[in-house]
């Protein structure tokens, strides 16, 4: 395989097998899924397995085919199979729960909304008949640039209503990301938002839309602006330009009726950075995705229609698209959707939310978990969590300090924790364990699902023995997978897939071990490696080490040319950094990695910056370790920090 080498010295740092923990017997009682023999069932039928996630959907026209895999890498799920994405995530549920919520919002100023089954079908009606009004047919593109409003959601469901494949753009994106996503999709159809609050600041959301729209090439044939700031802050509307408001009010109980569209059809494209920055527009189709997204929904994560659910992602990323709209949706639960952030305007705001919606699945990533860790389990202890049956993570690998500080300050010690694995490009869950059937280990993501064949294997595609590092591949076709990319076949075939003697194997470019019972340790991508002293280590390693230090709670490290190591540190806040401190990381490093690893510089900070999406940007710290200059980050959720960390390194 052409991917960078992963080696150095490995560690297995998740519990021993008899610190496995069973799901508890009341969870496992009353599960979606509570039958192991799932497994065996997915092995014996191959493909023909999926007809369990195709038949929780609706089809217009039945499906007979599982699986064409007639052309590899382009693999279709359901071909002869049409439905309508919005059909099955909002009309499908009205005879039975109308009057059901199926969003609750809450936004940054304490701002509330909540919607019907019957208020949303509603909404998502006359904007689709608005989209209409303006052109937008079927298989035209609608770029979406909205922040976590109830809005956003809405447009999803009114595009594929029509037929219009939708390309959600984050919102904290500058105005050349955006142009640079509407020409990429071809995109001639806009909806955005007057502004949005950063705290206390109200940011102009329009000005970046009009900037990005002098920057594209192709022009706009309409743009749809929400109103989200009102009074504090006025923009104008130009010609093609549309109040959101005004166009919903004049289409109010207008219906529409449904687009079938083939299973093979796009139902979204989204845009994700590759290794040399360049961003490729992943395409997922409808069929296979919704499919494999309810299924995860129902499986992985428990959620039942009585569920209030709560999935953290922004909806500009695949976790919001997946598990924050389509998955619940589709399943027919309370889905909540929140527009701050978890410290804004108390650090307990989370679990004050979890407390008065009664959230029963609560759906984080790591770096969510690392911050609560660092503020203090007195907030999740000041509040009542008694609702949550259920806990989740999702983004990069989580160690076993955080999971076990998860499951006992949030989930009460008792609440199954599930860690998962995906990728844009999956679409869907593809490792982890199912909650009422297979035991937990803190730190090891699991084993792949029923029905996925992922292997970790070594660069001449062998397998690896149990503990070795390796490459994470998946052999076989899976249904939520990407349908291609929109630069083109070539690239799709490039970036994603090896042909090999057995057939054709996705490379998903993470690192990872797996032990003798098939849970998978996730190492982080596998070039995410630096050189120290002539050997080569994972920085996922090394981090892990550093987080296991008390009073740890988050760490990156990166090299700085010369050969040394340099760690960012943070601490919990009643820790105060100190030389012994400093010791106990370097010995931890040395015991658990080996006296190589050794840091040579630690740098402690009050954070590490980060995307919008939570991803810490090692470049950015290894540019500062190198004392190069670095870039614009406006587009970080923390940019304030940049500075600090950058003093902090000159006085070193």
């Known amino acids: 395989m052409d991917d960078a080498g992963v080696d150095g010295r490995q560690r297995d740092r998740s519990v021993a097998a008899d610190d496995d923990i069973e799901p508890p017997t009341g969870f496992r009682d009353r599960a979606v899924a509570s039958d192991a023999g799932v497994y065996d069932a997915f092995a014996a039928e191959g493909p023909d397995a999926w007809r369990r ?47 059901q919520l199926a969003i609750r919002w809450f936004g940054k100023r304490g701002e509330r909304r909540s919607y019907t089954y019957l208020d949303l079908h509603r909404e998502v009606n006359a904007l689709a008949a608005g989209l209409r009004e303006l052109g937008v047919e079927e298989d035209d593109v609608v770029t ?10 809405i447009a999803m469901l009114a595009c594929a209503r029509i037929g219009a494949p939708h390309n959600v753009v984050f919102a904290g994106l500058s105005a050349e990301a955006l142009a640079t996503r509407l020409d990429a999709a071809d995109s ?88 040399t920055g360049r961003p490729k527009g992943v395409e997922h189709a409808t069929g296979g995705y919704l499919a494999h997204v309810a299924w995860t929904t129902r499986n992985v994560l428990d959620v039942r229609p009585s569920d209030t659910y709560w999935c953290a992602a922004d909806i500009g990323w695949i976790t919001g698209h997946s598990y ?87 989930g009460g010690g008792e609440a199954p924790v599930v860690d998962t694995w995906w990728q844009t490009e999956t679409g869907a869950i593809a490792l982890a364990t199912l909650p009422g059937i297979t035991p937990m280990k803190p730190g090891k993501v699991g084993p792949p699902l029923p029905g996925i064949d992922a292997r970790v294997v070594d660069e001449d595609g062998e397998p690896v023995d149990p503990g070795e590092p390796g490459y994470l591949t998946v052999a076989s076709p899976w249904p939520g997978m990407l349908r291609g990319l929109r630069e083109g076949d070539e690239r799709y075939r490039r970036e994603y897939w090896v042909e090999t003697e057995d057939g054709w194997r996705y490379r998903t470019g993470d690192g990872a071990t797996v032990d003798e019972d098939g849970y998978v340790t996730i190492l982080g991508r596998v070039d995410d ?66 006296d190589l690893a050794r840091a ?19 470049r950015l710290l290894e540019d500062i370790a190198r004392g190069e200059e670095f870039g614009d980050v406006s587009a970080l959720r923390n940019p304030e920090v940049v500075g600090e960390i950058e003093s902090s390194v000159r006085k070193e």
């Not at 040579?600 to 090692?618: Q, Y």
């Open 529 to 594: 490696v630096i050189n120290v002293r002539a050997q080569r280590f994972n920085t996922a390693e090394l981090e892990s080490a550093i987080v296991g230090v008390e009073g740890v709670t988050e760490a990156a490290v990166v090299g700085d040319g010369d050969g040394d190591v340099v760690a960012y540190v943070t601490t919990r806040s009643d820790v105060e950094p100190d030389e012994s401190l400093t010791t106990a990381i370097g010995e931890e490093l040395a015991r658990e990695v080996g």
């Open 324 to 410: 924050g709209v389509y998955g619940p949706l589709s399943v027919g639960t309370t889905t909540v959707l929140y527009e701050g952030s978890p410290d804004y305007p108390d650090r307990d705001r989370v679990w004050d939310l979890i407390e008065r919606n009664a959230v029963s699945v609560f759906y984080t990533s790591p770096t969510a978990i690392r911050s609560f860790m660092k503020w203090g389990a007195e907030y999740p202890e000041g509040h009542d969590l008694s609702s949550i049956r259920l806990l989740g993570t999702v983004g990069e690998s989580i160690t076993p300090k955080a999971w076990h500080w998860y499951r006992e300050h949030v």
């Open 600 to 618: 040579d510089r630690i740098v402690f900070t009050p954070e590490l910056p980060k995307t919008r999406s939570g991803k810490i940007m090692r």
């Open 188 to 275: 001639s159809y806009l909806i955005t938002c007057d502004g949005y609050y950063r705290r206390e600041d109200a940011f102009n959301q329009k000005s970046k839309a009009d900037n990005a729209r002098l920057r594209a090439d192709g022009d706009l044939a309409a743009t749809v602006v929400v109103d989200r700031l009102g009074d504090a802050l006025d923009v104008s509307l130009g010609a093609d330009e549309h109040a959101y408001e005004s166009l919903v009010d004049a289409h109010d109980g207008e219906m529409v009726e449904p687009v079938a569209r083939d299973a093979t059809d796009l139902l979204f494209v989204m845009y994700t950075s590759g290794t």
């Open 144 to 153: 979406l640039y909205l922040p976590m409003v109830p809005e956003l959601p």
């Open 53 to 99: 996630a195709a038949d929780l959907l609706d089809w217009d026209r039945p499906y007979e085919t599982v699986l064409d895999d007639g052309d590899p890498p382009f693999y279709e799920w359901f071909p002869d199979g049409r439905l309508n994405a919005a059909a099955n995530c909002v009309d499908r549920h009205l005879d039975e729960r109308r009057n």
